[in-house]
């Protein structure tokens, strides 16, 4: 039971990255549990974003780190010390792709990125243990985000047409 419980969870967070396989660089998106009204947005509109970070951006960067996150493997282990790991290289390389995303994609990979940070800070609360994590009610508000589901959406939009195209046609342009 208890592995299906991990596996329920690491699997929830799989599907985020295999969806956006980038998942910030402006700051956490959510007050904290005690703190957050319930009508406060899981994830911030991208009017209230900054775009300042004085990196390049562009399409092939982006693409380039979002093919490393694809080749995270968040399913090979449940232990905490491993989910932790994993779950570090996954944020880190999410606020990466963030800093370098083109204008046209930027605020959803700020977002992405920023809920990333959020279920990070859900797993650290909880020893970086699956089965209490799937469990929080917080975690499970944000992973069931209509927002968020469309940030995701809107990303794998972009990686299907753009960096999966330039891997059959050469980098992208933008």
């Known amino acids: 039971m208890a592995a299906a419980v991990v596996a329920l969870s690491i699997a929830s967070i799989v599907s985020v990255v295999s969806v956006v396989s980038v998942v910030s660089v402006a700051g956490p998106i ?14 911030r509109s ?46 880190r390389l999410s606020r990466h792709a963030a800093r370098v995303a083109p204008e046209l994609i930027r605020a959803d990979a700020e977002a992405s990125a920023d809920a990333q940070a959020h279920f990070n800070a859900i797993y650290a609360r909880h020893a970086w243990r699956p089965e209490p994590t799937n469990l929080d009610p917080e975690f499970v508000a944000l992973s069931d985000s209509p927002e968020l589901t469309g940030v995701y959406l809107r990303l794998e939009q972009y990686q299907r047409t753009v960096c999966r195209r330039s891997e059959r046609t050469g980098p992208p342009v933008a």
Do not use: F, K, M, N
């Not at 959510?30 to 994830?43: H, M």
């Open 30 to 43: 959510w007050a904290s549990a005690a703190t957050r009204s319930s009508s406060a947005p899981l994830v």
């Open 46 to 91: 991208a009017a209230t974003r900054s775009s300042s970070a004085p990196l390049v951006r562009s399409g092939r960067a982006y693409c380039a780190v979002e093919t490393r996150i694809g080749d995270l493997d968040l399913l090979a282990s449940s232990r905490p010390s491993r989910v932790r790991a994993d779950l570090t290289a996954l944020l």
